[in-house]
């Protein structure tokens, strides 16, 4: 299949380990005044590879820091979309972003042709599971992409099913490849979280492939310790568990309940080459995947 398009019509970063820019929730709240505001959804997905490196979450880190050059703010905190982790053409875990921004009224193609951009540029085109999808709409989000969203949780989707949809609603939209992206774009955008945690992660620079991470076990066990709200760093046996053996450029997740917890405990960890970091509110280690059996 050939490239889908369709024409219709919060940055995060801590300045490496050192601190936060954000406030103590971890955005900034929109200062606008008296300009006219429209809310923007931004969706993507399937852009790394899990032998040949990048992460999806890392190109939602770089999207936030260039959105910080329009006249947008993100108006909550970036989401990790966790989908139906039984999908077998999932690139590593099945996870989407979405990165919802308020701002001046009339970005929404400056917004998408950037994210175009930046897909194009750092998405691992050569792997074949890897199919970039991109949405981006102004406004509500259609209620349709949360049904898309609770849908794509459970079961196998097409995008025979998702671009109808993003017709029908004048979405900004591509699919590179196959498009398979697409679907969990759309979920992403849709979802909503009942339940949610959080994650902080550490970014080294995307072209460093090292398996390797540069990082101080203790300070993991520590930041664990002192963060009681953090969860599942750390094993029964004392084993670091948050760290990637990929050539991603994660260097660590920090996982908790409660974002100033998991942030701080993140900048507490002692880690070698960091570049930047991103709280990230998910569905993950929710209840949200299971389905009942009668």
């Known amino acids: 299949m050939g490239e889908a398009q369709g024409d219709g019509t919060s940055s995060h970063r801590g300045g490496g380990c050192n ?4 406030t103590d929730n971890g955005f900034r709240e929109p200062e606008h005044g008296r300009v006219q505001v429209t809310e923007y959804h931004i969706g993507v997905d399937s852009t790394d590879s899990a032998e040949l490196g990048m992460c999806t979450t890392y190109l939602g880190a770089l999207i936030i820091e260039e ?17 139906n982790p039984n999908v077998p ?24 042709d950037t994210c175009c951009e930046m897909i194009e540029k750092y998405s691992i085109m050569e792997d074949p599971q890897t199919n970039p999808g991109l949405v981006v709409i102004s406004g509500n989000v259609p209620e349709e992409f949360t049904e898309t969203y609770h849908e794509a949780l459970h079961r196998l989707m097409g995008t025979d099913e998702i671009i109808p949809l993003l017709k029908e609603h004048e979405c900004l939209f591509r699919g590179w490849k196959n498009g398979r992206g697409l679907i969990g774009a ?105 389905v009942a059996i009668d």
């Open 186 to 290: 759309v979920s992403a955008v849709g979802a909503r979280f009942d339940e949610f945690t959080y994650e902080a992660i550490l970014y080294r620079n995307g072209e460093v492939k090292d398996r390797e991470r540069l990082v101080d076990p203790e300070s993991v066990r520590e930041a664990s310790r002192k963060h009681p709200s953090t969860f599942f760093n750390v094993d029964d046996r004392g084993d670091i568990v948050c760290i990637p053996h990929s050539p991603c450029p994660v260097i660590c997740g920090i996982r908790g309940l409660e974002p100033v917890d998991t942030r701080s405990a993140l900048l507490e960890v002692s880690a070698g080459r960091a570049e930047r970091w991103v709280l990230w509110r998910t569905n993950q280690h929710t209840d949200v995947h299971i």
């Open 19 to 22: 601190g936060p820019s954000a």
């Open 89 to 112: 053409w999932k690139t590593r875990g099945n996870g989407a972003v979405a990165l919802r921004f308020s701002g001046r009224r009339g970005q929404e193609r400056r917004m998408f």
């Open 67 to 83: 959105m910080e050059k329009l006249p947008v703010e993100l108006s909550t905190y970036p989401e990790l979309v966790r989908l």
